[in-house]
């Protein structure tokens, strides 16, 4: 029994050893960790002294360096700061010793005004959105710093600096201007920037368009304005490319097969390769899918009130843009009708019937490739459909 106590007391004393010692580790490594911490933020404010002449206080909620964080390689202190009303952000690199290395976001505000000047000197009715800059140096992270410049803005060395060691991305749509006519793309690509470049026919289905992006979002969705489109250029791919916006009328409505990357099959390449142009159009000319199909997903009685004869397309590798006149729609509240819509192959094997959407003169539905079919609905009465399977 005697034997059993000792066994029991030096097992209570090794543990006690033992969180005795973690918890000085973790005392001492908090410790080392508010020195480096409390010494990146002065290193901060003495490299906003030596660039801009002013002092400004630094806050940050971690105590530990924003890339040591992630597991990098880096250590990288991130401060958040506020001078004469801005708000701005400090970035410190501490990883080369001595060599100190310092980004701030103070002058960004500035650089993208002038940005965006540079472009309306240009093409006075334009529209500007998805403007992102920052610093080239990756700081081996892979991450460039959003709105973080290491060089002083002069208000007259915005292209030199950027050329240097910046880099960033835009998206312009202009009107009653040329894109052909500029050479705006070769600017920005020796920028360094991905773009994307939309001319619009007139200024007011610009403003339209801008009008209905809203959030201020514009990459990807000129498609749903291309009826209204002139040209389109961008490089989103890595390479210059020229869109041809190929708008097809059937008669009942308009529709444009896009380009897109090919999605190819490896089996049939070798002796038949893929193009962008298979497309086939089809006016149904039958009931929408069966009584099965109806019942199983609850949609006879949205369908059952048909607005548009039921089309549909069989594409092997784009999506398809449905552009149906509003004009053929008179006599029905728009806020009423809806689009259902039913894939039988491709990535959108799946169905649904949404409210419509509208730009300028049409609805507008975008169709993922496959065997896709639609029609326009009359929803008024109705509550907001939910299929079947969702039910369940």
Same mark, same amino acid.
């Given at each position: 029994?005697?034997?059993?106590?000792?066994?029991?007391?030096?097992?209570?004393?090794?543990?006690?050893?033992?969180?005795?010692?973690?918890?000085?580790?973790?005392?001492?490594?908090?410790?080392? @960790?508010?020195?480096?911490?409390?010494?990146?933020?002065?290193?901060?404010?003495?490299?906003?002294?030596?660039?801009?002449?002013?002092?400004?206080?630094?806050?940050?909620?971690?105590?530990?360096? +924003?890339?040591?964080?992630?597991?990098?390689?880096?250590?990288?202190?991130? /401060?958040?700061? $506020?001078?004469?009303?801005?708000?701005?952000?400090?970035?410190?690199?501490?990883?080369?010793?001595?060599?100190?290395?310092?980004?701030?976001?103070?002058?960004?505000?500035?650089?993208?005004?002038? /940005?965006?000047?540079?472009?309306?000197? $240009?093409?006075?009715?334009?529209?500007?959105?998805?403007?992102? +800059?920052?610093?080239?140096?990756?700081?081996?992270?892979?991450?460039?710093?959003?709105?973080?410049?290491? =060089?002083?803005?002069?208000?007259?060395?915005?292209?030199?600096?950027?050329?240097?060691?910046?880099?960033?991305?835009?998206?312009?749509?202009?009107?009653?201007?040329?894109?052909?006519?500029?050479?705006?793309?070769?600017?920005?690509?020796?920028?360094?920037?991905?773009?994307?470049?939309?001319?619009?026919?007139? @200024?007011?289905? +610009?403003?339209?368009?801008?009008?209905?992006?809203?959030?201020?979002?514009?990459?990807?969705?000129?498609?749903?304005?291309?009826?209204?489109?002139? $040209?389109?250029?961008?490089?989103?791919?890595?390479?210059?490319?020229?869109?041809?916006?190929?708008?097809?009328?059937?008669?009942?409505?308009?529709?444009?097969?896009?380009?897109?990357?090919?999605?190819?099959?490896?089996?049939?390449?070798?002796?038949?390769?893929?193009?962008?142009?298979?497309?086939?159009? /089809?006016?149904?000319?039958?009931?929408?899918?069966?009584?099965?199909?109806?019942?199983?997903?609850?949609?006879?009685?949205?369908?059952?009130?048909?607005?548009?004869?039921?089309?549909? /397309?069989?594409?092997?590798?784009?999506?398809?843009?449905?552009?149906?006149? +509003?004009?053929?729609?008179?006599?029905?509240?728009?806020?009423?009708?809806?689009?259902?819509?039913?894939?039988?192959?491709?990535?959108?094997? =799946?169905?649904?019937?949404?409210?419509?959407?509208?730009?300028? =003169?049409?609805?507008?539905?975008?169709?993922?490739?496959?065997?896709?079919?639609?029609?326009?609905? =009359?929803?008024?009465?109705?509550?907001?459909?939910?299929?079947?399977?969702?039910?369940?």
């Amino acid at each position: 029994m005697k034997a059993r106590k000792i066994v029991i007391a030096v097992g209570i004393s090794a543990m006690a050893a033992f969180f005795s010692y973690k918890t000085y580790n973790e005392v001492k490594n908090k410790a080392e @960790a508010k020195k480096l911490h409390d010494a990146a933020a002065a290193q901060a404010q003495e490299y906003l002294q030596s660039k801009y002449g002013f002092d400004a206080p630094m806050s940050d909620e971690s105590e530990y360096p +924003l890339r040591q964080k992630w597991l990098l390689e880096e250590s990288v202190y991130e /401060f958040s700061s $506020e001078y004469d009303g801005r708000k701005f952000t400090v970035w410190v690199n501490t990883s080369d010793g001595d060599n100190i290395r310092c980004k701030d976001s103070y002058q960004f505000d500035d650089i993208c005004a002038e /940005f965006k000047d540079m472009i309306e000197a $240009e093409f006075p009715k334009s529209y500007i959105s998805d403007l992102w +800059l920052g610093d080239n140096d990756e700081w081996k992270t892979g991450n460039s710093l959003y709105g973080g410049f290491s =060089d002083y803005y002069d208000g007259t060395n915005l292209v030199e600096m950027i050329k240097k060691n910046g880099k960033g991305s835009i998206s312009v749509c202009v009107a009653e201007s040329s894109l052909e006519d500029s050479d705006i793309d070769q600017r920005l690509s020796e920028l360094n920037f991905t773009y994307s470049l939309t001319a619009f026919d007139t @200024a007011e289905h +610009l403003d339209e368009f801008q009008e209905f992006l809203g959030s201020g979002e514009s990459n990807l969705k000129y498609e749903y304005a291309v009826p209204y489109i002139t $040209e389109h250029i961008d490089n989103l791919s890595g390479e210059k490319k020229k869109l041809a916006i190929d708008l097809k009328d059937c008669g009942a409505f308009k529709y444009a097969y896009l380009p897109v990357e090919i999605r190819g099959f490896p089996e049939s390449e070798e002796t038949s390769p893929p193009t962008k142009m298979d497309l086939g159009l /089809f006016n149904m000319g039958f009931v929408w899918g069966g009584s099965d199909y109806n019942s199983a997903y609850d949609e006879r009685e949205y369908i059952d009130t048909p607005v548009s004869d039921p089309w549909g /397309f069989e594409t092997r590798y784009g999506d398809v843009m449905v552009y149906y006149p +509003l004009e053929k729609l008179k006599g029905h509240n728009i806020d009423d009708l809806g689009f259902a819509w039913r894939s039988y192959g491709g990535f959108a094997n =799946d169905r649904n019937i949404e409210k419509l959407t509208t730009f300028g =003169d049409y609805a507008v539905l975008r169709l993922e490739f496959g065997d896709t079919r639609f029609m326009i609905v =009359d929803m008024s009465g109705k509550d907001e459909y939910i299929p079947g399977w969702m039910k369940k």
